[in-house]
């Protein structure tokens, strides 16, 4: 089994969520997409797998998401997988990877659904 986390270690969903994984035998390859952000075509990867739309993945509580007036309805894909990758904070997290599925760990026990 080939288990991906995007992660933030200060985020204690995330490390629920990581602890999940652990407590299960699983050692998942551990992405903190804050030092290293995905990259256009691994986003829209992710957001494939999980079946949203970017801003359904954004976190709209976070300055950035202001500041960059995101909630701008005439803001496309595009443009918006663009600001997550400029600003990963954006980022909805904790989201974990298993064998073609996606799920974002809110509540961590999400997770287990694609175990």
């Known amino acids: 089994m080939s288990v991906e986390i995007y992660h933030n270690p200060r985020c204690s969903k995330s490390r629920q969520a990581l602890q999940l994984l652990q407590d299960r035998g699983i050692a998942p390859k551990v992405v903190e ?3 290293t952000p ?3 075509a691994t986003l829209t990867h992710i957001l494939d797998l999980l079946g949203l739309e970017p801003r359904d993945l ?3 509580k976070e300055k950035e998401y202001q500041a960059h007036r995101l909630d701008d ?3 496309g894909r595009e443009q918006l997988i663009e600001a997550m990758i400029a600003h990963p904070k954006l980022i909805e997290r904790p989201i974990v990877i298993n064998n073609g599925k996606a799920m974002i760990g809110r509540p961590p026990e999400k997770v287990a659904e694609i175990l």
């Open 33 to 35: 997409y804050l030092k």
């Open 38 to 40: 995905p990259d256009k």
């Open 58 to 60: 954004m976190r709209k």
């Open 73 to 75: 309805p005439a803001l």
